[in-house]
């Protein structure tokens, strides 16, 4: 119990301590940065006003200021005045402002419409952008992976927007402004912000259609479709080429076993395999724990006390006196079963699933309400001596739906029925309807089968080793055809038959090799 709060409690010191790191980083990282004056332009004929009056209206020539002069950031710049000359044709202005400063001393919505804005180019520069980049990048990588529940919408559009802003300034420095309905007009930081942000955004989630209608929402510009969904399109193949979405990965590091649409399975050469060829014996988890229907307490109590097993196969015998498959039952049910001592039954005594002592809205709860007392009654049920022979009937209670395949069934449609279905467990039979085995999501996710395909590739190997060694030997002893290659009348052909293997590129179906009867 210690070590769990303690646990919360640095993840708790771990949050303040980022907060500190960041906020320190926004006091005085803008003080790197000189203060920028504003500019302005006259649309006319495109020219930067380097003078100190730029004129406001004047035979059909406006004024565009290159900086949004509202809601912006001064910091330690002096505060300047803004005059307007006697006849209110012009203005003039001396204030200055920090672009570093603007963008992380600001909540990230407010930010990202200053970096969409249109018709600002002189607003930021490249430099403080770079370096607003680089360490906004790396907070919301840290940020991300901490305790508390912090937003990714939002940091990957501003980051998106700080490098699409790059962009464009970089193209306004090559090709110059333009502003007003001409031609070149979208050269524009701005318009290259918000595909920026598209292309980041779309690069890290891997979303298409709902990306571009999120973004379109945003901006209201039908004009930007096109370049939109040409970034997003762009960003996902190069994503794809080189790794999954980031959520995936985010499954992955928290251990949450995820599968795909489609199994993609490489071997040690790297080469794909087809899991057609391969059955749900060669994946399965065997030494599975069973339960009869008619089940000891005390044995129930000693595996949910040794084990963490979710689900367990219930066996029942059938009128062959043999020991098959009726059903599973989870490890929750389990547990709601032994609290309710109504269920428990005496040695041979005649029972009936007609009526059952545990109602079907207490067995289907979500969790337990106090844990600690169910483990002290489990270590009861398990050291007490009256509960050795006391039993549970448990066809009541088991899923008697619950789905099974062949040992023999292919693999590839075993993922596709588990993953369609949604199962948690799925039950494995031999041909005489036993359990041979049981597959979970762990079993069927990448690296598992990469794992352990691989070993059955080896044990494939050694076999057409051995096999072709043998087929050697014989050819020697018989002096003639080589029994591997005889049709018929050899017993390694018999061995060999298509019945066992069926070869394909160096793969075979099954591990295992199963002998026909030799011919007489």
């Not at 204030?95 to 001393?105: E, G, I, R």
């Amino acid at each position: 119990m210690l070590k769990h709060h303690v646990k919360h409690m640095s993840a708790v010191i771990y949050v303040f301590l980022f907060q500190i790191l960041y906020i320190s980083i926004s006091v005085f990282l803008p003080a790197a940065f000189p203060c920028t004056p504003f500019q302005c332009m006259v649309k006319s004929n495109q020219t930067t006003g380097e003078q100190l009056w730029c004129e406001k209206q004047s035979a059909g020539r406006s004024l565009s200021w290159l900086a949004n002069i509202s809601d912006t950031q001064f910091y330690n710049c002096p505060p300047g005045v803004v005059l307007n000359s006697t006849d209110q044709t012009a203005v003039f202005t001396n204030k200055t402002y920090n672009q570093v400063s603007t963008l992380l001393m600001t909540n990230g919505e407010r930010a990202i419409k200053r970096l969409f804005s249109r018709e600002t180019h002189a607003e930021f520069e490249f430099f403080p952008l770079l370096a607003v980049f680089l360490v906004y990048f790396l907070c919301a990588c840290w940020s991300a992976g901490t305790a508390i529940s912090s937003g990714l919408v939002v940091p990957m559009l501003l980051i998106g927007a700080i490098y699409g802003r790059m962009i464009g300034i970089a193209m306004v420095k090559m090709f110059g402004v333009f502003i007003g309905n001409t031609l070149w007009a979208w050269i524009d930081p701005g318009a290259m912000a918000l595909i920026g942000a598209a292309s980041f955004f779309g690069g890290v989630t891997r979303l298409t259609m709902s990306l571009t209608v999120i973004m379109m929402e945003l901006t209201n510009d039908i004009q930007f479709l096109l370049p939109i969904m040409v970034a997003i399109m762009v960003a996902k193949w190069v994503g794809d080429f080189f790794t999954h979405p980031m959520y995936h990965a985010l499954l992955e590091l928290k251990c949450i076993p995820f599968l795909a649409s489609e199994p993609i399975v490489y071997n040690s050469r790297k080469r794909r395999l087809n899991l057609e060829l391969y059955t749900a014996g060669n994946v399965m988890s065997s030494n599975v724990v069973t339960f009869d229907d008619r089940e000891n307490v005390k044995n129930i109590a000693e595996v949910l006390l040794n084990t963490t097993h979710s689900g367990f196969p219930v066996l029942g015998k059938s009128n062959k006196g043999h020991q098959v498959f009726v059903g599973t039952i989870t490890r929750l049910e389990l547990t709601v079963l032994l609290r309710h001592q109504a269920s428990f039954i005496q040695p041979n005594k005649p029972v009936t699933c007609d009526v059952t002592a545990v109602e079907y809205e207490q067995l289907t709860i979500d969790k337990l309400d106090d844990p600690a007392a169910t483990e002290q009654s489990l270590l009861d049920y398990a050291n007490l001596p009256q509960y050795t022979f006391t039993k549970i009937y448990l066809r009541p209670y088991i899923n008697q739906s619950a789905m099974t395949v062949r040992s023999n069934f292919s693999l590839h449609r075993t993922y596709i029925i588990f993953r369609t279905l949604g199962l948690r467990h799925l039950t494995v039979l031999n041909p005489g309807g036993e359990v041979v085995g049981m597959i979970t999501r762990r079993d069927l996710m990448g690296f598992n089968l990469e794992e352990r395909l691989d070993k059955v590739q080896q044990n494939i190997g050694k076999f057409t080793a051995v096999a072709r060694t043998f087929g050697r030997l014989a050819k020697r002893r018989a002096g003639g055809t080589s029994p591997a290659t005889s049709p018929q009348g050899s017993p390694l052909a018999a061995r060999s038959s298509p019945a066992a293997c069926s070869y394909q590129d160096g793969i075979t179906s099954d591990a295992v090799v199963i002998e026909t009867p030799e011919s007489d």
